[in-house]
Nanobody
């Protein structure tokens, strides 16, 4: 059974930084793409960043240059370093992965497993 557990959210002032972590169990972590998504109140869940098994990455335009996704295959963990945070980054952040090791683009990868989410609140 695949399980994902996020941590690292919190309250931060605009311009500040946070680092999210997501530990995965129940599978060979290093074989699968991983991603971070977020959902703000009243909005749909949106793609934030993805990382391939070999470390290739793709970001949403709204976070490019501010957020960095990384993974440690030895620790079965994916990270999201968030810098220069803005109030509009406020959301519940979820990490995700899929059922297949096959993918074409990270943005279109079929994410099927999710963590419970961690709240990020950025005050102005």
């Amino acid at each position: 059974q695949v399980q994902l557990v996020e941590s690292g959210g919190g309250l931060v002032q605009a311009g500040g930084s946070l680092k999210l972590s997501c530990v995965v169990s129940g599978r060979t972590f290093s074989s699968y793409p991983m991603g971070w998504f977020r959902q703000a109140p009243g909005k749909e869940r949106e793609y934030v960043a993805g990382i391939s098994p070999s470390g290739g990455y793709a970001y949403a335009g709204s976070v490019k240059g501010r957020f960095t996704i990384s993974r440690d295959n030895g620790k079965d963990t994916v990270y999201l370093q968030m810098n220069s945070l803005k109030p509009e980054d406020t959301a519940v952040y979820y990490c995700g992965t899929g059922q297949t090791t096959r993918w074409v683009t990270l943005e279109s990868y079929k994410f099927a497993y999710w963590g419970q989410g961690t709240q990020v609140t950025v005050s102005s």
